[in-house]
């Protein structure tokens, strides 16, 4: 487990969220990953105007991770603009299953509240996760 605070993690998915790319809902989302090596990967929402290819910032962040190799993770911190902390949407809870097998700690803030994180595990917050 890499010591990185909680809170350093969020400030880390709240500078990708400054990057986001929503011109359509104007919802900036932003995620840092922990590998259990230490490295932080971040992603972003990315928006298109054929609104179904939008990239989740979640599954945005799992590609940069993934595409550098990194396979194991402890923590997932997610924010947004909106004024509750963003619970992540089904298909990005799945994504994270297919990593971490419910073995994640998800941290969740409003850009606006950094300091009120909430804290999940992915199991609890996709129970019964589909796999092949
Ligand atoms: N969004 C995310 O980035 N992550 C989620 O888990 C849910 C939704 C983005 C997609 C879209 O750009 C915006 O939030 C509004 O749905």
Same mark, same amino acid.
């Given at each position: 487990m890499s010591n990185i605070a909680d809170a350093q993690l969020i400030d880390k998915a709240i500078a990708a969220a400054?990057? @986001?790319?929503?011109?359509?809902?104007h919802f900036r989302v932003g995620a840092a990953l922990l590998a259990q090596d230490g490295r932080v990967f971040v992603g972003t929402n990315i928006e298109n105007a @054929?609104?179904?290819l939008t990239i989740c910032a979640e599954r945005s962040a799992f590609g940069s991770a993934i595409t550098a190799?990194?396979?194991?993770?402890d923590a997932i911190a997610i924010v947004a603009s909106g004024e509750e902390p963003p619970l992540p949407c089904g298909a990005c809870r799945q994504v994270m299953a297919e990593f971490c097998q419910g073995d994640l700690t998800v941290l969740l803030a409003s850009i606006s509240m950094p300091e009120q994180i909430q804290t999940y595990r992915l199991d609890a917050l996709l129970p019964h996760a589909f796999s092949l």
């Open positions: 400054t990057h @986001s790319h929503s011109p359509y809902s @054929s609104y179904g190799g990194a396979r194991e993770f």
